[in-house]
Structure formats: C-alpha cells, structure tokens
C-alpha cells in the first residue's frame, strides 16, 4: 500500500481499508496501523523527547483514530490525517517538564538511546540538537523540514498561521545550526 | 539546499516502536466506551456539584449566610447526590437499546457527553463567582438541563 505524495487522493487500498474499518473491520483498521505506525511512532518521538512517552502518545493516536475514522474524508493523505491527530494529542499530552528534561544528559541518553534503536542511521546529533529547541518551533520544524508538509499544511496540523510556522522554522532553524555548530 | 535542509529532509520518517503496541490498542478500542464515558462523566457532574456545595460552606464568604439559609452543604450534597443517581440511571438505560439502534445509542451517546461536557464547564466557570447561592443554583440548573436532555434521548430511543 503506497501513498501518493503529490496531492492526490490516496490509493484504492487505503481507502478500501479505511471504509471497511469504519465498518468496524478491526483487521482492515490493524492494517492501517501495520502500514502507518512507524510513521506515528517516528512523530511522536520527536515532539516528545521521550520514549515512554512516545509509546503512549502513538496507541492514543490510533485509538484516537479509530474513534474519528468518520470524520477522514479522504481529500489529505491518511499520514497527514494521523500527523493532525498526533500534534492535537501531544499539545494535550506533554508538559514543560518534557522538554526542561530533554535538556538533562540523563533523559537525553536515553532518548537517542530510543532513536538508535528504532530509527535506523539516524542523525543523532540533529537529533539531540532537535530535542532541546522549544516545543511548538520543534513541531514546525519536524512537520515542515522533515515530514515535508507545506507550511500552509503545518499551520494547519498546528492549528496557527502560516506566518506563525514560517517564524517558528526560521527561529528553529538558527537555533539548530548554532547547536550544530557548536557540537561540531 | 543548504547542508542544514540536507541533514533535515534526509532524517527518518519511520521509527518502529520497540515494543508491539497493538494488543493495547486493540484493548482500548473494544473496552466498552459507554462504561468509560459514563462513570467519567458522573464523576466530573457529581465532583464539579459537590465542590460548589462544599464552597457554599466556606465561613468566610461574603454571602455565606444567605447560602447557608438557602443551600447549606447538607442541602446542596443530598440534591447533588439525588442527581447524580438519577443521572448514572439515565443514562445507564442507554445500554438499554438494542443494536439495531447503534446508530441512535451511539448518537444519544455523543449527546449525553456533549451535555455533560457542557455542565461541567459551566460548573467550572461558576466556581469564579464570588456568589455562591448561585454557584449552587447555576450547577442545579445546569444538571438538571443535562438530566432532561439525556431523559428525552432515552424516550426517543424507546419510541
């Protein structure tokens, strides 16, 4: 099951899928989740910091999905779909305290502990450097710079404006490369 | 693209959990929701009343007196658990409808939340007025608006 990155609705097979789990089909909706939970997994991650955290963030998300399958109407991607859910949750979910302990080594071990073993190659100096910026520029960024959604659609996910994404990712983005730049 | 844009658009998109969080998932989705929503919702009517009735009692508040002599937390806790039964009752009976009425058990549901959810800010925002005879008035109007309304779903879910 692939889906398209240009716009265009999503495939047969999602879409045959997402009606039989509105049906109730809870074998067609687990496919959804085989197909999208790394993605979601991925996500969380990163607006947590934390992989306990991230673990709990992604079963609300598709629990969360579940429940609102009706109101999917097919006209964004299912990952985009998820993505929105992902963001909403987490705003709900995570705390200042998440992202003062992102700047603790302690919790950043373990948390590019979690990416190493979940994401393979992954960037961990990006990554670290990535975790410690502020929340909602973290967010912009991930969506924008890494998930590659527009900014019209992270203002949307994000629910702010495309003024605000296209601010939070070019603060997010100095940030960064003064990180980066001082790590080496 | 700047070596930065490279490092981001090159990062992974995919991570999968270290652990299969699917059987979780599947619990969550099949637990019965009107069991979870139900006692949830009670608890958040029956607690935001019987905070405003407790309130109602402070020594100290400037109409103590008059909410005393119209509300006293005696009152004010016996009205709040009376309702709080009648409620858990009405809406207990929507476990009642068959399931050739999902459809209408489960919009009576969304309902019920929807009003719950609206008495519970109302009883929220009342907890800033300084009036508490009407903290305790509003919280009764309110619950008893939200017992009506889940009282009319039932009927019409009976007819």
Redesign the interface.
């Known amino acids: 099951m692939k889906e398209e990155h240009d716009g265009a609705a999503i495939d047969c097979g999602t879409a045959l899928l997402v009606r039989r789990a509105r049906d109730g089909d809870?074998i067609a909706?687990?496919s959804l989740?085989d197909a999208h939970?790394?993605?979601v997994?991925?996500l969380s991650?990163r607006l947590s910091t934390d992989?306990a955290e991230?673990?709990e963030l992604?079963?609300d998300v598709?629990?969360a999905a579940?429940?609102q399958l009706a109101a999917y109407r097919g006209t964004a991607l299912f990952s985009t779909w998820l993505h929105g859910i992902t963001v909403r949750l987490s705003r709900q979910r995570l705390r200042g305290v998440l992202r003062r302990r992102a700047r603790e080594e302690k919790y950043m071990r373990e948390y590019t502990a979690?990416?190493s073993?979940?994401?393979?190659?992954?960037?961990i100096p990006?990554?670290r450097a990535l975790a410690q910026l502020p929340r909602r520029m973290r967010t912009a960024?991930v969506l924008h710079?890494?998930?590659?959604h527009t900014q019209a659609q992270t203002a949307e996910l994000m629910g702010i404006t495309e003024g605000a994404v296209k601010a939070h990712v070019h603060k997010a983005?100095a940030l960064?490369?003064e990180r980066?730049d001082m790590n080496g | 693209m700047d070596e930065l844009s490279k490092r981001l658009r090159s990062a992974g998109h995919e991570a999968v959990p270290g652990r299969d969080l699917w059987p979780e998932v599947d619990a969550r989705i099949r637990s019965p929701r009107s069991q979870r929503w139900k006692h949830a919702a009670a608890a958040v009517l029956v607690f935001g009343l019987g905070v405003l009735a407790g309130r109602g009692s402070t020594a100290d508040s400037p109409v103590g007196s008059h909410a005393a002599a119209s509300a006293t937390p005696l009152h004010a806790a016996a009205a709040v658990q009376r309702a709080g039964s009648d409620y858990v009752a009405a809406v207990a009976r929507l476990r009642d409808i068959g399931a050739a009425d999902e459809a209408l058990r489960a919009q009576a549901y969304e309902a019920a939340l929807g009003v719950v959810a609206v008495t519970a800010q109302e009883a929220t925002a009342a907890l800033d007025l300084r009036d508490h005879a009407a903290l305790v008035e509003e919280a009764r109007s309110a619950h008893a608006a939200a017992s009506q309304q889940v009282a009319l779903l039932v009927r019409r879910s009976d007819q």
Not at chain 1, 145 to 148: N, S
């Open positions: 809870m909706f687990r989740y939970v790394a993605r997994h991925a991650l992989p991230a673990e992604t079963q598709f629990v579940w429940r979690a990416l073993a979940t994401m393979p190659a992954a960037d990006l990554e960024l710079a890494i998930e590659g983005r960064l490369q980066l």
